[in-house]
């Protein structure tokens, strides 16, 4: 999808690797980080922490009204109904994608994301292409992930910059009426969440 | 502070590079300097944030994500005094040329469960200050000029632009670089909307608006 | 096109680097460098400003000045068609293979004749085109808040802001990327004056005015 | 006076040498440019256009109050008048410092001069840190070049990009009554003629 600009330091990462290693060392060393708190962490962004998460809220909510009213009018702790809260989701709020109405979300300052439903970010959210872009021209973005919207839908561009964090509500699919909560969570895609897809 | 991290707007930056099925962390380094940069308990003098903001735009630009956290980290902790620049380039220098040895491991429960404690803190606004919001859900409002040499959330591109205010939200530490020997503000944190046309003129793509959360130092009424 | 050089008003490129004695070049390259833009005699398809705007970011802001000349007239040319990739790789191979070769000399005094012709011809505004200008000297404007992806001279610090015109200048050629398939316009060109306060808020220093020229369609009645 | 960001690319400066010397090889052999015509416009900049052009129009300029007066109100007829100009010259203004004004010249687009009379510009005036700041903070930058303005004296600041020129006329300094315009001119400095200078 076009080239990444992260390739200007492509040839410095074994520099980052030892320089990781070195500031791993001193904070060890000072007694300021232990290695166990490095393991777990990583551990839980690559296993507990992740768009399994959202999708878990995104299917709860599809399946439940009146979660999902909950859910609409108090992001933060219909989320937390579910044990997800933390660090880049202090407060939260949802948005409902609808035939009228797209949502897509960005930070265009940094790379902020709610971390307790999405995980990290993908490096295409991290990148200048899309931070640079999604806010002046939306529709050519999304067109470029595949997904063209007609001009009578609005499109609303989120830039989180505060301690606001947003996830979207996608539009549940034609044709999933019968499945469970668990069936639906297995639907709901990231990038669905942030806004750059349809399901 | 106006620096090449604010580029909502901007052209040049070509297609958006896409990866099937990425993986969380592309290297292992990735994960631990994420790692160390949010679990070790020393704060960043001004900011994590701002501390990425302040780096040389060609090597902001030239830098991976992690890089840029691992440059804020280090550069905190060598001006906390944590350790110094002589004790870093040692450590650099003594992992390159010994590239099959490991940072030393130690184990510790007491570290590790407030780590997994703040992970998962909730975290509320602030509560309410003396003075009331000034603003209401359907204020028009205009965002400031205004160009801080500290940080700030305010982007450039909605800066001097009119909006309506979309929702008010508690009140929230602003983020923002304080003047020299105040504390951060406390301030009412409002939604703004902002239509594309204001924003971009004759080049906005139609039936687009823009959501942006603004701290009430950030607004003016508008005129 | 709101790229990277379009950069006046950013923070965080430190101090202005400052050379006693400083030569006209750095290095005979420069020189060639500079020569070849400027006299070879095919134009840079958009235009040299454009092409080297087009640069990626992170390129346009390591690579030198005359390293941006040289990727403007070389990109030119290989776009134009007058050589291909292969063969300038091919040259390139050379050069770095034989790094005591020089490129051939040629004498041509018909060329030399024109060269010289042209670095001193006097370049006199457009004529006047039929509609007068619409504005004079004293009327309050708005400069626009345009975000053209093409090049433009209207620089991003000053759109969306109040000026005053200060002096009306003939008609000039406009430099902007015109439509697909239009001739660049030719327009009445003014000085606008902007107070600081106007283009900085709070931040501006005192005293201090701002003198840019702007094209008519730059333009717009204040409200 | 702090670091130059070209610094980037310090290391490639040999590849630039060989991708210039790969660019004329093909110029001179596609027959569009000779080596004379680079030898002799290298020639010129380095010995012929440059600040001493500038020197001699405001060394004139301070001695002959009916050319200061031409050069003020028509500077590019004034300045031709002393053989100078062609490229990046097509239309010169002429800006008068005094007591109460000092004027400042940048491009902040890329890097627009005047050719004719000051020659190539200096890396400094095509620094980004000049770019970017001259037009935010002049009186700051100008302490940086050693000249401190009072509050009282205006400060304009010119963004020269369209096809318009500019050379700022400096004050004549004091004590210089006596001396010829030959004399005058080895006072005149490029930086002055830009604006980050006083005489």
């Given at each position: 999808m076009g080239h990444d600009h992260d390739h200007h330091h492509a040839h410095s990462s074994a520099d980052a690797?030892?320089?990781?290693?070195?500031?791993?060392?001193?904070?060890?060393?000072?007694?300021?980080?232990?290695?166990?708190?490095?393991?777990?962490?990583?551990?839980?962004?690559?296993?507990?922490?992740?768009?399994?998460?959202?999708?878990?809220?995104?299917?709860?909510?599809?399946?439940?009204?009146?979660?999902?009213?909950?859910?609409?009018?108090?992001?933060?702790?219909?989320?937390?109904?579910?044990?997800?809260?933390?660090?880049?989701?202090?407060?939260?709020?949802?948005?409902?994608?609808?035939?009228?109405t797209h949502n897509v979300v960005v930070c265009t300052l940094c790379s902020c994301y709610p971390w307790p439903v999405l995980g990290l970010p993908p490096n295409w959210y991290k990148s200048y292409a899309y931070r640079s872009r999604v806010v002046r021209e939306p529709r050519k973005v999304l067109s470029e992930f595949g997904l063209e919207l007609d001009e009578s839908v609005e499109v609303r561009v989120w830039d989180s910059n505060s301690e606001i964090r947003y996830l979207v509500l996608p539009e549940r699919p034609e044709g999933t009426d019968g499945l469970s909560a668990d069936e639906l969570t297995k639907l709901v895609s990231r990038d669905s969440m942030i806004g750059v897809a349809k399901l | 502070m106006n620096s090449i991290h604010d580029m909502g707007g901007m052209h040049g930056f070509g297609k958006i590079p896409y990866e099937e099925n990425e993986p969380v962390f592309h290297a292992a380094w990735e994960g631990r300097v994420y790692a160390m940069a949010m679990y070790t308990p020393v704060g960043v003098p001004g900011g994590f944030r701002y501390m990425i903001e302040k780096m040389d735009p060609a090597d902001y630009l030239s830098a991976s994500y992690y890089?840029?956290?691992?440059?804020?980290?280090?550069?905190?902790?060598?001006?906390?005094?944590?350790?110094?620049?002589?004790?870093?380039?040692?450590?650099?220098?003594?992992?390159?040329?010994?590239?099959?040895?490991?940072?030393?491991?130690?184990?510790?429960?007491?570290?590790?469960?407030?780590?997994?404690?703040?992970?998962?803190?909730?975290?509320?606004?602030?509560?309410?200050?003396?003075?009331?919001?000034?603003?209401?859900?359907?204020?028009?409002?205009?965002?400031?000029?205004?160009?801080?040499?500290?940080?700030?959330?305010?982007?450039?591109?909605?800066?001097?632009?009119?909006?309506?205010?979309?929702?008010?939200?508690?009140?929230?530490?602003?983020?923002?670089?304080?003047?020299?020997?105040?504390?951060?503000?406390?301030?009412?944190?409002?939604?703004?909307?902002?239509?594309?046309?204001?924003?971009?003129?004759?080049?906005?793509?139609?039936?687009?608006?823009?959501?942006?959360?603004?701290?009430?130092?950030?607004?003016?009424?508008?005129?």
């Open positions: 690797e030892i320089r990781a290693k070195a500031l791993e060392s001193l904070l060890i060393e000072k007694g300021l980080i232990s290695t166990d708190v490095i393991d777990e962490i990583v551990r839980q962004y690559e296993e507990d922490i992740g768009p399994m998460n959202g999708a878990r809220v995104v299917a709860r909510a599809w399946s439940d009204p009146s979660y999902k009213k909950w859910l609409l009018e108090d992001g933060t702790a219909a989320i937390a109904d579910m044990g997800y809260s933390g660090k880049e989701g202090a407060k939260m709020v949802v948005l409902e994608n609808s035939p009228s | 890089e840029k956290w691992m440059h804020a980290r280090t550069q905190g902790l060598l001006e906390k005094g944590i350790f110094t620049q002589q004790e870093l380039e040692a450590k650099i220098k003594y992992f390159a040329e010994h590239q099959d040895e490991q940072p030393p491991v130690v184990q510790d429960a007491e570290k590790l469960e407030r780590a997994l404690q703040s992970l998962v803190k909730q975290q509320p606004p602030d509560p309410a200050q003396p003075n009331p919001p000034k603003f209401k859900a359907g204020d028009m409002i205009r965002a400031k000029n205004m160009h801080p040499v500290g940080h700030t959330r305010l982007p450039r591109y909605c800066r001097g632009k009119l909006g309506v205010v979309d929702h008010y939200y508690d009140y929230w530490r602003v983020d923002d670089t304080p003047p020299a020997g105040e504390e951060h503000a406390i301030e009412p944190l409002y939604r703004i909307k902002f239509e594309a046309r204001e924003l971009w003129g004759d080049e906005a793509e139609p039936n687009q608006v823009l959501y942006i959360d603004m701290f009430e130092s950030y607004l003016e009424t508008s005129v």
